[in-house]
């Protein structure tokens, strides 16, 4: 065999083999990877929770109050304004009306012997702790005061204890809430 002759054969045998391997079908996508048996599934509905009940202490809640002298004990060194104070001033009936957030945030009002207060506070699982100051630039006898009052059943009670501004008054009185409709 002459070196042509096996130079064309070695050339036939070569591109022989390149078409051989170049006809061969490629693996399909689906071949390559297989695929899953099971379809997946859709999501379970989701139950929804019972309502929760709100706390004891939401909602809009009035009442009243009866301002009158705070008893002092008259004691040497003792402011002497206390022991003037017969108690006829800034005493008497007066309102409150406050409302209750979620949160147990409070806000609200008063009108009374004491003055037009605004009231502003917490509520935790068994009380309100409220203060009370002046709605408007306060005088020297504008009164403020706090207030704590614990459920009771239906009602809310409590006392409340004010000074004025320049502490020579001093009053307190009982408070009794009860939920607004």
Do not use: H
Request: aromatic share 4%; glycine share 12%; with cysteine.
């Amino acid at each position: 065999m002459s070196r042509a002759s096996r130079a064309c054969t070695l050339a036939s045998i070569l591109l022989g083999s390149i078409a051989l391997v170049a006809c061969r079908k490629a693996p399909s996508s689906n071949d390559a990877v297989p695929r899953a048996s099971v379809e997946p599934a859709e999501a379970a509905p989701v139950a929804s929770a019972p309502p929760v009940e709100p706390p004891w202490y939401v909602g809009t809640w009035s009442g009243g109050y009866e301002a009158t002298l705070q008893p002092v004990e008259k004691m040497p060194g003792a402011v002497r304004e206390w022991a003037k104070d017969d108690g006829t001033q800034a005493s008497g009936k007066g309102t409150l009306t406050l409302t209750v957030d979620d949160s147990g945030r409070v806000s609200g009002a008063s009108e009374g012997p004491l003055g037009a207060l605004a009231i502003t506070g917490v509520a935790d699982e068994n009380a309100l702790r409220l203060s009370l100051a002046p709605r408007e630039e306060a005088s020297v006898g504008a009164f403020r005061g706090t207030l704590v009052a614990t459920s009771q059943g239906d009602a809310v009670r409590g006392t409340l204890k004010a000074a004025s501004g320049d502490g020579l008054l001093l009053r307190s009185g009982a408070v009794e809430l009860r939920r607004s409709p």
